[in-house]
């Protein structure tokens, strides 16, 4: 039988940084290598085939801001100042450990100042030494944002850098324009291969968010080409691009010569197992487990980042279930109304009254694909709360939502464009939605993509009404789920809309995240951040679809399967090898 592996949290799981408090996320069963009931190995050699099935948008490390994108290119090609180690046990998966620093950072000012020295011997590719200005124009980047588009922006709201009064966002605006240098250059200093960063306000949790995202890495400025940097890698880590990335058919990583392991933990953070790891975009996940239950051929060392189909369920049987493994993941799935095409309150409750997110459960097959939410933010995360918004039945209730779109006085059926990634699963939700939504008096159109996603959702003009989206928390706070998406000063500008794909905008949700920000105690920033996920509620910023249950097959060859809270639950490649 498969191996369940439930994620639970600790609910106020203490990680001695500055004193500051983390939650922490892990398994309650299955220890490393013993997940799926795949083989254990320390052996390298082989290749790896890792099947993927949209396209990978963004490879530039400032831009990455998926989970499993997150994780693979930290274990493969991408080194940070601390990172999370490979464990399936919470405690140590989520507690940073030095990677290119000599440690965890020293914090001063109650923790408005961190400090990181680089390791000595530590180098890109080409041999020459990774340094402290490398560090500082990597964090450079992220203030262009006119050009380093679709990332993280916490750095925006945090670096002791004042905010021009006309547009909202820092008076610095990267190294391509330079305006306001000398500003960033006061916030972060080199000295020597110490670097230390200024923050206007408390960031106790730093570590964390370095070792969770790639904001902070380094980036050698003579390699930067801007936005045509967004497929190129230039590594330190173990492996390095072989050739050129494709967007919609992948690459290779091979051996980077130039990586030295005794600068790395190679047991605990990158074993580097495969001489060679193949990452194949593009073919339909129904394509994908066709192989891998087939187990011939190069599905046998292949992992995948794709759920086991709905329709596949019932393939998953004697020793097929034993490569099979089910486990909770850290993600939200919901969907936003766009604020500019629907700014009638009645409307967009309506659509929330309409929402059958049961019908969009099953179509996905039940609950080996999804369980129910009652938030954006993940019952994982601490402080989690059901938002009183969206108490009502699963199910919806198009009599009562046609009654609010008779009292907005809309005309009837009112049209609505409904944008999300398109597979054959995703589809028939889809359309289980729509039928719900039409019988309330909405006229739906589909709008499904398939080669590419997230840049079209984020674009200003788009023609999109309701908008699919899925999020977990950048490390274990509500902090980096609902600011990061809903408040509209870092993300909405005249080229993107960043994460806030609803283009929502509220003051008096700003303010509660500016109280949470300033909070002095886990406390005081939980109670704030609860009543701004309230007030989102109230505002139908969003509409909560399920939580993504992670239901996975590998190829028999594969050794040490292992999924981690580093790795978002998906396939840690720190881990995993293949038989040769």
């Not at 140590?92 to 400090?115: E, F, H, I, M, R």
Request: glycine share 8%; with cysteine.
């Amino acid at each position: 039988m498969f191996t369940y592996r439930k994620r639970v949290l600790a609910a106020t799981a203490a990680i001695a940084l500055a004193g500051g408090l983390a939650a922490c996320g892990g398994s309650d069963s299955s220890s490393e290598g013993e997940a799926g009931g795949g083989p254990t190995s320390s052996a390298t050699g082989g290749t790896l085939n890792y099947l993927i099935f949209a396209p990978i948008e963004h490879v530039d490390p400032q831009r990455i801001y998926v989970g499993r994108d997150i994780t693979n290119f930290s274990r493969t090609v991408y080194r940070q100042l601390v990172t999370f180690p490979i464990s399936t046990d919470p405690k140590v998966s989520n507690t940073p450990v030095a990677d290119l620093a000599t440690d965890t950072g020293t914090s001063t000012d109650g923790g408005k100042v961190w400090s990181f020295t680089v390791k000595d011997g530590v180098k890109w590719e080409d041999g020459k030494a990774i340094t402290c200005e490398d560090f500082k124009y990597g964090a450079s980047r992220v203030f262009a944002t006119d050009v380093i588009t679709g990332g993280p922006n916490y750095l925006l709201s945090y670096l002791d850098i004042p905010t021009d009064d006309k547009t909202g966002l820092p008076a610095y605006d990267g190294p391509y324009k330079g305006d306001g240098q000398d500003l960033f250059d006061k916030a972060i200093t080199c000295d020597g291969n110490t670097i230390t960063y200024h923050f206007n306000k408390p960031w106790p949790d730093f570590p964390l968010a370095i070792a969770a995202l790639h904001m902070m890495d380094p980036y050698r400025q003579d390699k930067d080409n801007g936005d045509k940097s967004n497929f190129q890698i230039f590594s330190n880590g173990p492996y390095k691009l072989d050739g050129a990335w494709s967007k919609n058919k992948g690459a290779t990583l091979v051996r980077n010569e130039n990586y030295d392991d005794k600068t790395d933990d190679p047991e605990n953070i990158r074993r580097a197992l495969p001489d060679s790891i193949v990452f194949n975009i593009g073919q339909t996940t129904e394509t994908i487990y066709d192989q891998l239950i087939a187990d011939t051929g190069d599905a046998q060392t292949a992992v995948t980042s794709q759920r086991i189909p709905a329709p596949y369920y019932n393939q998953i049987e004697g020793a097929v279930a034993d490569r099979a493994t089910l486990e909770a993941s850290p993600y939200v799935d919901y969907i936003v109304p766009n604020f500019r095409n629907m700014p009638d309150p009645k409307v967009r409750d309506a659509l929330k009254v309409a929402t059958n997110a049961q019908a969009w459960i099953d179509a996905g097959g039940g609950e080996k694909a999804f369980a129910p939410a009652e938030s954006i933010v993940n019952p994982a995360v601490v402080g989690y709360q059901d938002n009183p918004a969206f108490s009502g039945p699963q199910e919806g209730d198009p009599a009562a939502a046609k009654k609010l779109l008779e009292e907005a006085g809309v005309t009837m059926p009112y049209p609505i464009t409904f944008t999300y990634p398109s597979t054959e699963t995703a589809d028939k939700q889809a359309a289980a939605l729509k039928e719900t939504w039409d019988a309330a008096g909405f006229d739906t159109t589909l709008d499904g993509l398939g080669d590419t996603y997230y840049d079209v959702i984020q674009k200003p003009d788009k023609d999109s009404d309701v908008i699919w989206g899925g999020w977990g928390s950048d490390w274990p706070s509500a902090i980096t789920v609902t600011p990061p998406l809903f408040d509209s000063r870092p993300n909405l500008t005249s080229n993107s809309d960043g994460q806030d794909y609803g283009a929502y905008k509220s003051d008096a949700f700003n303010k509660l995240v500016d109280q949470a920000a300033n909070a002095s105690t886990l406390e005081d920033q939980t109670a704030a951040l609860q009543q701004a996920d309230i007030q989102l509620g109230q505002d139908v910023a969003y509409i909560p679809l399920e939580i993504a249950q992670f239901y996975f097959l590998h190829g028999s060859k594969v050794t040490n399967f292992t999924t981690t809270p580093a790795s978002s639950s998906f396939p840690d490649l720190g881990a995993i090898g293949v038989e040769s």
